[in-house]
C-alpha cells in the first residue's frame, strides 16, 4: 500500500436516519465511484477506496431525526468524477436511487462556467457534489 500523504483525508463517518435508504442512495453512489465495500455490521457499513474509506452508520447516539446541510457541521461531500458524461450517467442512474439534482436550472454549471458538476441530495438530506475532472471547459 502507497503511504498517504501528510493532511490526506484518512475516512468519514456519516451517521444517517435509516440506514437502508442510505445504502440504496450513498452506498449505491460509492460502488458507482469506485469505493469497495469494506465492512459490514447491523447498523453500519463502510467502503473503501485507496487509502480512504467512509462509513455509514445508523448509530443509536443520534440526537437529530434529520440532517440538515445548512446548520452547523457537514454541508457535502465533493467527488472528482472521470468526465462530464460520468457525471450526466450518475446523475441519471442516481435519480432511480433516492438521488435529486439541486439547482437544475443551473446545471451543469451551478459552481460556475468553468466547473462542470452536479450537485445531488438524497431523501435524507445529504448532498453531494460530483465533479468532472475533464470537463468540456478544460480540455
Known amino acids: 500500500m ?11 463517518e456519516l451517521w444517517v436516519p435509516d440506514l437502508d435508504r442510505a445504502l440504496a442512495s450513498l ?10 465495500l469494506s ?6 457499513r ?3 477506496l ?3 474509506y467512509l462509513v455509514i452508520e445508523q448509530s443509536p447516539a443520534l440526537t437529530a431525526e434529520d440532517h440538515d446541510r445548512c446548520r452547523p457541521g457537514l454541508n457535502h461531500l465533493a467527488f472528482h468524477v472521470q468526465d462530464a458524461t460520468t457525471v450526466e450517467k ?10 435529486h439534482l439541486m439547482f437544475p436550472e443551473r446545471h451543469p454549471h451551478a459552481g ?3 466547473h462542470y458538476a452536479a450537485y445531488l441530495e438524497n431523501d435524507d438530506g445529504f448532498e453531494v ?5 475533464n470537463s468540456p471547459e478544460r480540455d
Open 50 to 52: 485507496g487509502p480512504t
Open 2 to 12: 502507497i503511504r498517504p500523504l501528510h493532511g490526506a483525508l484518512h475516512h468519514v
Open 129 to 133: 457534489e460530483l465533479v468532472a475532472i
Open 39 to 44: 465492512q459490514s455490521w447491523d447498523r453500519g
Open 90 to 99: 450518475l446523475v441519471s442512474e442516481g435519480a432511480l436511487r433516492g438521488w
Open 46 to 48: 463502510s467502503w473503501r
Open 112 to 114: 460556475g462556467r468553468q
Open 27 to 36: 452506498g449505491w453512489l460509492l460502488e458507482a465511484l469506485g469505493y469497495d
